[in-house]
């Protein structure tokens, strides 16, 4: 019975067919909810859920977090993170693990930052502006900086229920800025898990935005007081917090789901 279903589930699988380019693999650096070059600090205090790490610094270059080494000082810990905080001075394995980690993001920023062909109007969509748009499943490129403004953005999938998540990559070579109490939207099924933001210059999330998706940012990004994001910090600088709550997306496949079930 248990091959049937699988039959069953395997054929629906491939009758459905995802929108967009070809994830982004993040390798080991899609284990943490923030990874940085550069340090992280948290003033005043945020909320993270997932693990955070710096690499190749020290501990020193996460502040404002209040940490608690465990005692096997492979980690850390610390009330506004509900996982653990890595830093490449603690004891093995971390360092390699960490290093490991920031060479993924490295790979997966120029994997996603040299994706091709884009679309002639998936590009400089809006002149960078993407206040009040709809987005579809692809792959944008922006020459310049890009904007949301308090119309917000939606980005819209396939509808709920789609085996096969549909995928975005933005492509940025300037900066990434939401203004203040605007909002990213998913809709029909998008997950964030699957919307790759890999930005050339920085992000900035203005108070109490929120944002959706992974960021490979190569310069630095900026989360001011209230503003949260589902998804991922990926930085390859400084990650500067304020009150912010950055939550991990959780992948929400419904194939590993189902072969948990048939298991």
Do not use: C
């Not at 699988?13 to 070809?22: E, K, R, T």
């Not at 994706?115 to 009040?132: A, F």
């Not at 939401?178 to 108070?207: C, H, K, P, Y």
């Amino acid at each position: 019975m248990t091959q049937f279903v699988l039959i069953a589930a395997l054929g629906a699988i491939a009758s459905v067919s995802a929108a967009g380019p070809d994830a982004v693999n993040l390798g080991t650096a899609g284990t943490y909810a923030i990874l940085s070059k550069a340090g992280i600090s948290s003033v005043p205090a945020s909320a993270i859920t997932g693990h955070i790490g710096v690499s190749p610094i020290a501990a020193t270059a996460i502040t404002g977090f209040s940490l608690t080494a465990d005692s096997t000082n492979t980690f850390a810990t610390s009330t506004q993170v509900t996982g653990e905080v890595h830093a490449a001075d603690y004891a093995v394995p971390t360092p390699s693990d960490l290093t490991t980690a920031v060479g993924d993001m490295e790979t997966a920023y120029t994997d996603a930052a040299g994706r091709q062909p884009v679309d002639d109007d998936k590009r400089d969509l809006g002149s960078g502006d993407l206040g009040g748009k709809t987005l579809e499943p692809g792959l944008y490129n922006f020459s310049s900086s890009v904007t949301i403004p308090t119309a917000g953005l939606i980005i819209r999938g396939n509808p709920t229920g789609s085996l096969i998540p549909d995928t975005w990559i933005f492509q940025i070579a300037g900066n990434l800025i939401m203004a203040a109490n605007t909002r990213v939207t998913l809709q029909g099924g998008a997950l964030a898990s699957n919307i790759v933001w890999q930005v050339a210059g920085f992000v900035e999330v203005g108070d109490g935005a929120h944002l959706e998706g992974i960021l490979l940012v190569k310069t630095g990004a900026q989360f001011s007081t209230g503003a949260s994001l589902n998804g991922r910090i990926l930085a390859q600088t400084a990650v500067t917090l304020e009150s912010t709550t950055v939550t991990q997306p959780s992948d929400g496949r419904l194939l590993a789901q189902t072969a948990d079930i048939l298991v």
